[in-house]
Nanobody
C-alpha cells in the first residue's frame, strides 16, 4: 500500500516555473515506477512524465525540454520541475505509482494522490 500526497501547485504567470512534489508513505517507494498525470477541465487525464525504479525518465511531447521528473528515494519523494510554463499547462496534476507500469493509461496505475492545481496566467 502506498499513499501519495502532492504539493507545490499554485498560480504562476506564463513563462514562469513551479516545482511539484509528491511524498509517498511506506518503505517500498524505491520499488515503484512513478508518474505525473494532469487533467484540464473537460479533458481526459493525460500522462505527462514517468520515472522508473532505475530513474529512467520519459515525457509527453508537449512538455519535453520544459519539464523534468526526478525522484529521491531517501526522501520517498518524486518531483516535477516545470519551466517555461504555458497557459495550456493549466490543470490538476496528479502523481501515480505502480510496480509494473512504466508508461500507460491511468487505469494501469494502482496508487494516486489527490492532485494539486496548477494555473498559468497570461
Amino acid at each position: 500500500q502506498v499513499q501519495l500526497v502532492e504539493s507545490g501547485g499554485g498560480l504562476v504567470q506564463a513563462g514562469g516555473s513551479l516545482r511539484l512534489s509528491c511524498a509517498a508513505s511506506g518503505r517500498t517507494f524505491s520499488s515503484y515506477h512513478m508518474a505525473w498525470f494532469r487533467q484540464a477541465p473537460g479533458k481526459e487525464r493525460e500522462l505527462v512524465a514517468t520515472i522508473t525504479r532505475g530513474s529512467s525518465d520519459d515525457y509527453t511531447d508537449p512538455v519535453k525540454g520544459r519539464f523534468t521528473i526526478s525522484r529521491d528515494n531517501a526522501k520517498n519523494t518524486v518531483y516535477l520541475q516545470m519551466n517555461s510554463l504555458k497557459r495550456e499547462d493549466t490543470a490538476i496534476y496528479y502523481c501515480a505509482a505502480d510496480r509494473t507500469t512504466i508508461w500507460g493509461p491511468p487505469e494501469s496505475y494502482d496508487y494516486w494522490g489527490q492532485g494539486t492545481q496548477v494555473t498559468v496566467s497570461s
